[in-house]
């Protein structure tokens, strides 16, 4: 079981770049989530899919940030127009019908 | 909103001694909502380190005990002997379990421990 995993582990863009963070769940399991953390705000909720469709989405900013699940194996979250404090670690979780969340490693992204 | 708040940022203890780290909740949207502590050790993702739905209650997992206390709404987080491999950030975590909606979950700032040998 290699956990649930995220790409790049670190990335770091311009302001005004575009930014993509991807997410591979662990196999079998039907939710994934995402997650922000930041000193100032801690850990915040963003989004949440259930069998890839969109079921919350009301922790994501209104604007500049979405997240997609094309297929079971993978989804990304997307950040236009990248500003300086969107810079944090983003987490992706997975779970299946048992409601445990596993969390992967994390994607830090640093807006300069 | 729901909101969760450990007092310490950083702790700590030396080897075999005790520690406790504090967490109290505030839950608007139900009475009891499920409590959680979440685990990060260096290098690894955030893991469930137990959790305990029902008031009351005790969980426990590799030594660390915490119970669902709902007068005081904390959820304190025990050991009687840490071990150097403790050390981790910890965090408290609860989730509104009404209408089948037991994932969002609200996270304390996370307490750094720090075990010495």
């Known amino acids: 079981n290699a956990g649930v995993i995220q790409t790049p582990r670190h990335k770091v863009t311009g302001k005004g770049q575009e930014a993509t963070l991807w997410c591979e769940p662990i196999s079998g399991h039907s939710a994934v989530f995402w997650y922000r953390q930041t000193i100032v705000q801690g850990l915040e909720f963003l989004t949440y899919?259930?069998?890839?469709?969109?079921?919350?989405d009301s922790g994501m900013p209104k604007e500049r940030f979405s997240a997609q699940m094309p297929n079971q194996s993978h989804s990304t979250l997307k950040i236009q127009s990248t500003q300086p404090q969107d810079s944090a670690v983003y987490l992706c979780?997975?779970?299946?019908?048992?409601?445990?969340?596993?969390f992967g490693e994390g994607s830090k992204l640093t807006v300069l | 909103g729901d909101s969760v708040t450990q007092t310490e940022g950083q702790v700590t203890v030396s080897e075999s001694k005790s520690l406790i780290i504090n967490c109290t909740y505030s839950?608007?949207?139900?009475?009891?909502?499920?409590l959680f502590w979440y685990v990060r050790y260096p290098g690894e993702g955030l893991q469930l380190l137990l959790k305990?739905?029902?008031?009351?209650q005790k969980g426990s997992s590799r030594g660390f005990e915490a119970t669902y206390n709902k007068e005081t709404t904390s959820f304190h987080l025990q050991k009687a002997s840490v071990q150097e491999s403790d050390s981790a950030v910890y965090y408290c975590?609860?989730?509104?379990?009404?209408?089948?909606?037991?994932?969002?979950?609200?996270f304390g700032k996370g307490t750094l421990l720090t075990v010495t040998p």
């Open positions: 975590a609860l989730s509104d379990n009404s209408g089948g909606s037991n994932y969002k979950l609200t």
């Open positions: 899919f259930r069998n890839q469709a969109p079921i919350d």
């Open positions: 839950a608007t949207s139900i009475a009891y909502p499920n």
């Open positions: 979780a997975s779970s299946s019908d048992t409601g445990q969340l596993y």
């Open positions: 305990v739905i029902t008031a009351g």
